[in-house]
């Protein structure tokens, strides 16, 4: 999903990527009660209009969690305990009983709301939440180029949506009605709830919107299953039939044949015999393995909001064209394709694809490695996300920390706010600031040295660019968090210039030229200081000075500012690193110092 801007229309857009303009649709929204966590759920139609336009209602006020519960709460319905999800997403029992739900009552349901609606009374908040919850699906999909619109009904009035979600729905239609007729109670079997973010958020509503990503790891956990849409839209005519899915269908043939029950390494034994045996002897085999590959060049894989509604959903399908495939079927094959090569059978011909294929693996297997990791080890630390992601594409900026706090171990305050007067230098600024009150220690220094980019001219240099693209990659920190009565601990200063960052540390060494002083030399500059340095990263200059912080994972590169009344303030310059003992800075003795 991408999170956009307002609602507005392409021809006099004041936002850079505008979501389709549904201003004569707003009557329809009604307000959701932010206290109760209230989303709203479409139910889509089984079959198009007779214009061939696909069809859905929308549904208000459905509860999704009492408020101040966990991110994932245990869910429960008036039948009882269906099942809870725990911190690391994985679901304590299966969701199998969770089709068999009393559809008719669901549909019930949605006519008493929408007869509310003609009235204008308030819908049925309770009863939706007893009905629908815990039995929707949400749908993940890729946005697109937001000038590529389709038109769809949603309550009997067109609405506009992105071309992708119009395909992302209309191939949902066509996987909710083959799903096997025995998960379905009663003749209303295609009864098909949904949760998609450009209907169910009212996009024109600044508040809602804030409100509503807050707790978007709700939303994909809670729902029964999540549909994720790989294909996009084909053209201006969207002929779904144009998409080749012979790369997915060779996947579950693949799982079929190779049977992933029993014993692990057997299963990833006979999966290897049956890969080498069959791609020596069957070219279309080979060819049809490749295609598996275009499932790769996907453009989801490379947006940011789509790996939080990924890594917090509990039951997956892919859906490519008119095929798909359970996660179960990508993540336990995908770790041996990875290690063969065509070229190797004989098929040289087949190189230059298969290369131009595994270019796009990597990203993919980022998205599969951190969802194993998540369901074993649970929530992230917020700034080693942040690092690990860098690749990772948003419209909005902001979007580059608000799309992974729900997947983070630690509670910094950071809300939400997409007003206009929120940039991003200063949400930036703001990260930083919490960050460090909450952490009492200065590993966001280390990250602010390795995270420089085109925003960081007008940050304080001590506050990460988390916007840029490249950064090193930082190891954990060893270093505890300290005390708050600890007259060591950093502490923020409002200045006039901005905030600034009071530390304590020990001047250690200063940087000379090479030419007037021998020593140890980087690039040209003797480093005087009273250890061996094995890296150093960061533009240096004759004069620096290298200090030991208080908090700090590493020696760093300070640089005195030019005013002769800024004694003590300094601008953080780069990164050292020791060779041999790990030096162990306590506060006595150390001296204050601002960094701007």
Known sequence: MELRTVSRSHGNSEGIFPTPNNEDFQIHYQELNATQNEIRLIRLHPDLDPNGLIQCDLIHGVELATPGHDATPELTTDSGCLGSITTSGTPEKTHADLHHVDIESVDQTHREVHSADETGSPPAASDCQDKCRKRYAAISYCAGNPAHTRTILVNGVPFHVFANLAHALDITRDFWAKRPSSSFPGENKKECLLWADQICINQSNLRERSHQVGFMRRIYASAEQTLICLSTACGSGGAEEE???????????????????????????????????????????????????????????????????????????????????????????????????????????????????????????????????????????????????????????????????GLVRQDYGIVPDYSPGNTITKLLVDVAVKIVSHDRRLDVLSYACAARGPLSQELPSWVPDWTCRECRTISPSPS????????????????????????????????????????????????????????????????????????????????????????????????????????????????????I
């Open 243 to 405: 998409i080749n899915t012979r790369g997915v269908e060779w996947l579950c043939q693949l799982h079929r044949v190779v049977d992933p029950q029993g014993d692990f390494y057997m299963y990833y034994f006979r999966l290897e015999h049956y890969l080498r045996t069959r791609v020596r002897s069957d070219r279309m085999f080979a060819d049809d393995w490749l295609a598996f590959y275009d499932i790769f060049q996907s453009p989801w894989w490379t947006r940011t909001w789509v790996y939080q509604e990924f890594i917090s959903s509990n039951k997956i399908f892919f859906l490519f064209g008119r095929a798909s495939v359970p996660w179960p079927g990508v993540s336990e094959v995908l770790p041996t394709l990875r290690k063969y090569d065509c070229s190797h059978y004989g098929y040289n011909d087949l190189a230059v694809r298969e290369s131009q294929a595994r270019a796009t693996v990597d990203k993919v297997n980022f998205f599969v490695l951190s969802k194993m990791k998540f369901d074993r080890l649970g929530p992230y630390d917020l700034m080693d996300l942040l690092s690990q992601s860098r690749h990772l594409q948003s419209t909005d900026s902001r979007d580059r920390i608000y799309a992974f706090l």
């Open 480 to 595: 505890g968090k300290m005390d708050k009565g600890d007259l060591a601990s950093p502490r923020i200063h409002h200045t006039d210039i901005g905030p600034a960052l009071e530390v304590q540390g020990f001047c250690i060494g200063t940087v000379r030229d090479s030419r007037k002083s021998p020593g140890l030399s980087f690039c040209g500059i003797v480093l005087h200081c009273q250890s061996w340095v094995s890296y150093l990263h960061g533009p240096v200059e004759e004069d620096d000075e290298m200090w030991m912080l208080v908090g700090a994972r590493d020696p760093l590169v300070l640089r005195k500012t030019g005013n002769a009344n800024s004694n003590g303030v300094y601008k953080l310059i780069g990164e050292m690193g020791w060779r041999g003992r790990q030096m162990n800075i306590m506060g006595a003795g150390s001296q204050p110092l601002l960094l």
